[in-house]
């Protein structure tokens, strides 16, 4: 059974399909192992009852035919996706009662097509930051290496998926906050298309930036959750209506005739040199599936993370005007006077890193600053967009990078000092800041035995060549399929 | 504003307190001291951006230069009303019970 | 020193669609509180707006009407405040690019028509409603309100007195319910306005310091807080004492403006682009489509009236307050082809019975064309104009046709001479005294027969006739006598 709990989703479908295992017992078994190391602290909650009702009726359902593609499958979702079981708490203070009375898009989605949904993973607060150590909740630790952050702020989700907590796992991703974990864990992680998922029900961090992501052991499990998730929301205005792509591997063997980008300004200092020496091996395999490697520029990297540091927080500090505890939420007891209320509240209710980020984003909103600062940062951020507009253009399908410059940091390392947090995102917000798709792959681990992950980065609206250039990978590699040795208590 | 980094603001503690009461966030003596000195650090880090030249640049909106996305004029009741205002920490019947506001214009 | 009174008027129009600008709870007034709410309205974490294009519409077609440009790349911006009706803790406007810019409105005050700039129209989301109760030292809020669409309306500050104050208001109101897109009612709130007000030595270019009014739900209270406001800024400049920068409530009990708390910082509202909303972008095919399904407005219809119709201007003006009038004045001309009768129709007997029965023109039981008919009926001197009287009545209660009412009771006019000579001789003949008098030189004895053959004839004889055959069959008589 330990086996199932680690299989690719495809591999799961087949196992509930062909009724080697029924849901409920997957289910009780994931149940049990997400007990059994409760010390990760990836989840916030989790939905026994729930789950296991779930997963009965998927099994009656299956009895009598039904064949919804998620069936009775077991997933985890990050803690700021609202679903009205339970609590859905940000891993912060302000939320950790909070129960929505509505599911977010992408959850209908999932339950529709039958999905057990096991709990809701920790993330940083408000998914701010880039280790969940910032919530409430305390920190996730990674499994393989349990000093070490599992990186952020989808930490819980990448822990879950690579502890064999869940099969598959929704996170979200505003500037690396699923591929960032997904290399630190080694798994599989996907930032779609900006407009792709519905942002619903997605509790907005940086509504320009945020989207709904897969993590998953496999490329073609996320091209399967894909497939559902995909699609415009009339609840959304900024999803867009685009055709959902055929991820059929069966149509492409390789990748002959296409050129592969490796932007030269990624290959600086700042990049661990383990990193760099693994994640170029890895570009040996994509050149046996036929691909061309060319060096590219994208000249503007370098004010990627100082832009994100601006438009993000901006957002930021907008989008959690709402959080005063006056319609829900945690409300401070004993204070009178509505201002001191509301500072209150939110005083008590935010961590370090949210308050942070409410001061620069309302900083640099605030007039005789806007000019200098947030108008500049959407400048440089179309200066950005557009070097990746020109590499797509004329020079190469889609992009390889290392996904982070280090490797899974020890926990605390970074927390007193924000820059040297914010620039774990290297790699990873210029994706977010053009709207770009971009996949994390494992592609190997460094001498201490910690994971590696290398990045992919497409056009708009083509995760299909991301995924299937993914998959392939995935085929004649095998470093998805390592699992962290992790030993029951303590 | 001018684009020198040399403009750029050093906060004080005052200054963040100032910020933070626009935000209605209180900002403890403890706290203070090292929120100044992470915001003058990521200040000073984002300024950078001052001196890049942007006189023809569009800003970027929607990266996907997205436009008239609209709904229809109909109305509907929305289910669950009531599990919204479960939520809600103190009510008066249906009316959400707040501080009495102080410094109020009719509107 | 003579000064002037520089006044310019905010408008905050909400506006008659189904459902809330940014998503689809109703915006029916006068429910139980909070039941308008769903998680766009409420705030709840992860919701989002979506834009009512009916709202964009309506705000295309007052710009249209207020002879603005029309912006064509539009966004909406966030406002922040923190407010308890305020959920999102910002509010969804428009700041530097407002939908409609420079545009114009023409008032009448009086005699004299002025024409007043419009600064801006812009749409934004409205605000919840509280309740202030200082014996339990809380605020209650009732979100039902909150995002319903509202267009703000700015005007230069071009209005010199209380008066064009009012009349421009009444234009603004006009206008909004010609082309349907709010019922402007101040005192229901659905037209709300502030004041700024300052003076200036006349003749003098630069503005003085202006003081906000607020708190004013009425035309007559629009006047009063102008006026109050002028005298008191004119007795503090004329004391040699300086206007203070402030914002003043308006009490309609004391006719008196007093300073709110003064706002110790100016407002910091943090606007940028709402990264929820793609730009609008206004084609002119849409502005076209938009002005060719609009009704034709007050001032072009007002026009229509004294120039082509010759009425005068105080029938145009009655005519006009309401595009349901002038619909029903246009239908019924359409018929009879009588606008000075039609006119007088309607601004007498109907508005008359109307007002008796406590009815909306929208609400009444005869049609435009019953009435067209009935005032054809007259022309033709089927009908005499007092029977019409009578005939309306019945028509106004029971919604029947003239001809049937005629016919029901024998009203028709008796024009024939034949008719109306017997009955002229059967007068003379049965009052030989009064007929003797008549024919010796006495005139007001033409009354008394001419009263003797209506009633003989049940009102029903035409008058002309009646008075054109007495007068000849009485010379008649009197060339036989003589």
């Known amino acids: 059974m330990t086996d199932l709990l680690f299989a690719p989703l495809t591999d799961v479908q087949r196992a509930l399909e062909s009724k080697t295992v029924s849901s409920e017992e997957l289910t009780k078994d994931f149940l049990k192992q997400i007990h059994a190391f409760d010390r990760l602290n990836a989840y916030i909650s989790t939905f026994e009852e729930e789950a296991l009702q779930q997963a009965r009726t998927a099994d009656k359902k299956r009895a009598s035919g039904d064949t919804s593609p998620l069936l009775g499958v077991p997933l985890a979702l990050k803690d700021n996706i609202v679903m009205t079981e339970g609590e859905t708490t940000c891993a912060s203070n302000f939320l950790k009662d909070y129960q929505s009375p509505f599911d977010a898009t992408c959850v209908e989605k999932l339950r529709n097509a039958g999905a057990v949904l096991l709990g809701k993973t920790n993330l940083d607060e408000f998914s701010m930051g880039s280790s969940t150590e910032n919530s409430f909740f305390g920190a996730t630790s990674n499994p393989w290496d349990e000093t070490r952050v599992p990186g952020g702020t989808s930490g819980g989700s990448a822990a879950a998926v690579a502890a064999g907590l869940a099969t598959a796992a929704l996170g979200t991703d505003t500037g690396g906050s699923i591929r960032q974990p997904g290399a630190f864990c080694s798994v599989t992680g996907l930032k779609p298309t900006y407009g792709r998922i519905s942002r619903y029900g997605i509790v907005a961090f940086a509504s320009s930036l945020d989207q709904v992501g897969t993590m998953t052991h496999t490329a073609e499990d996320a091209a399967l959750l894909c497939s559902l998730l995909f699609g415009k929301d009339p609840l959304d205005a900024t999803s867009m209506d685009k055709e959902v792509p055929d991820f059929d591997l069966s149509t492409t063997k390789d990748l002959k005739g296409k050129t592969i980008g490796i932007p030269q300004e990624y290959f600086t200092d700042a990049l661990s040199g383990e990193i760099a020496q693994v994640v170029t091996a890895a570009t040996k395999e994509f050149e046996k599936l036929g691909a061309t490697l060319r060096e590219i520029s994208l000249p503007n990297t370098e004010l990627a993370v100082p832009t994100y540091y601006i438009i993000a927080p901006a957002e930021a500090s907008s989008n959690l005007a709402r959080f005063d505890g006056l319609r829900y939420g945690t409300r401070a007891k004993d204070v009178y006077g509505l201002k001191e209320l509301y500072a209150q509240s939110r005083t008590e209710g935010f961590g370090k890193e949210v308050k942070r980020r409410i001061l620069t984003g309302a900083y640099v909103l605030s007039s005789g600053y806007y000019d200098a600062y947030y108008l500049q940062a959407l400048k440089t951020r179309r200066l950005i967009q557009q070097d990746f507009h020109t590499a797509f253009e004329h020079e190469c399908d889609f992009i390889l990078s290392p996904t982070t410059p280090t490797t899974a940091f020890q926990k605390g390392e970074n927390v007193d000092d924000p820059i040297a947090m914010y620039l774990n995102d290297i790699y990873t917000v210029t994706a977010n800041l053009a709207g770009l798709p971009a996949l994390n792959l494992p592609c190997g681990f460094d001498s201490q035995g910690l994971p590696i992950g290398l990045q992919l980065t497409g056009k708009a609206w083509d995760e299909e060549l991301l995924l299937k250039a993914g998959m392939l990978y995935q085929r004649q590699t095998d470093w998805h399929t390592r699992r962290p040795s992790l030993t029951e208590g303590s | 504003m001018a684009s020198d980094k040399e403009n750029v603001t050093t906060f004080t503690t005052e200054e963040i307190a100032q910020l933070g009461s626009l935000a209605r966030i209180n900002i403890t003596e403890q706290e203070g001291q090292s929120l100044t000195s992470d915001l003058n650090a990521i200040v000073h880090y984002v300024a950078q951006l001052q001196e890049v030249h942007t006189e023809n640049i569009e800003p970027l909106g929607n990266v996907h230069g997205a436009k008239n996305v609209f709904r229809k004029d109909t109305a509907s009741y929305y289910a669950n009303v009531d599990a919204i205002l479960e939520q809600t920490p103190a009510r008066s019947g249906r009316l959400i019970q707040v501080p009495l506001v102080v410094d109020h214009d009719e509107n | ?482």
Not at chain 3, 23 to 33: K, L, R, Y
Not at chain 3, 323 to 334: R, T
Not at chain 3, 436 to 463: I, T
Request: aromatic content about 8%; some cysteine; charged content about 30%.
């Open chain 3, 1 to 482: 020193m003579d000064y002037e009174s520089v006044i310019g008027l905010e408008v905050h129009l909400q506006l008659s669609t189904e459902s809330k600008i940014f998503c689809s709870s109703s915006t029916t007034f006068g429910a139980d509180p909070n039941t308008h709410i769903d998680p766009v309205t409420f705030g709840l974490p992860g919701a989002l707006p979506v834009p009512n294009v009916k709202v964009i519409e309506f705000a295309i077609m007052m710009g249209l009407a207020l002879n603005c440009d029309i912006r064509k790349l539009n966004r909406f911006a966030r406002k922040h405040y923190f407010y308890p009706d305020l959920p999102k803790g910002y509010q969804i406007s428009q700041f530097d690019e407002p939908i409609c810019e420079h545009g114009s409105i023409r008032i009448q005050t009086g005699d004299s028509t002025r024409t007043v700039g419009i600064t801006r129209i812009h749409m934004e989301e409205d605000a919840g409603k509280s309740i202030h109760d200082p014996k339990t030292a809380s605020s209650l809020v009732d979100l039902n309100r909150a995002g319903v669409p509202l267009l703000e309306i700015v005007s230069e500050p071009d209005i010199r007195s209380a008066s064009e104050a009012s009349a421009y208001l009444k234009a603004l109101r006009q206008i909004a319910r010609y082309l349907g897109i709010s019922d402007g009612n101040m005192e229901e709130g659905s037209l709300r306005c502030d004041a700024n007000v300052s003076l200036r030595p006349k003749g003098e270019l630069k503005f003085g310091t202006r003081t906000e009014l607020k708190n004013i739900n009425s035309f007559k209270f629009v006047e009063r807080a102008i006026e109050y406001e002028v005298a008191r800024q004119l007795s503090l400049l004329k004391n040699g004492e300086e206007v203070v920068q402030e914002t003043r409530l308006f009490d309609s009990t004391t006719g008196a403006t007093k300073s709110m708390r003064s706002k110790e910082e100016s407002a910091e509202y943090r606007y940028f682009p709402d990264p929820d909303l793609p730009p609008l972008v206004i084609e002119e095919s849409w502005i076209h489509a938009l002005r060719a399904k609009m009704p034709k407005l007050p001032e072009e219809h007002f026009n229509e009236l004294v120039d082509t119709f010759e009425l005068s201007e105080y029938d145009a003006g009655v005519l006009t307050a309401e595009k349901s009038f002038i619909d029903f004045f246009m239908a019924v001309v359409e018929v009879c082809r009588n606008p000075k009768g039609a006119a007088n129709w309607i601004t007498s007997e109907l508005f008359a019975l109307l007002h008796k029965e406590g009815l909306e023109i929208e609400r009444i039981q005869v049609t435009p064309e019953q009435l067209g008919r009935l005032i054809s009926l007259i022309d033709e001197d089927i009908l005499s104009g007092r029977m019409a009287k009578e005939v309306f009545e019945v028509m106004f209660t029971s919604g029947r046709d003239p001809e049937e009412i005629i016919e029901e009771r024998g009203l028709k006019q008796l024009t024939d001479d034949t008719t109306i000579l017997e009955l002229i001789r059967t007068a003379f003949d049965e009052n030989p005294e009064q007929l003797k008098q008549y024919l010796a030189g006495e005139q007001k004895l033409h009354g008394f027969f001419v009263g003797q053959v209506m009633k003989a004839s049940g009102g029903a004889a035409n008058p002309k006739k009646v008075n054109e055959i007495l007068r000849a069959e009485a010379t008649r008589r009197e060339n036989e006598s003589s």
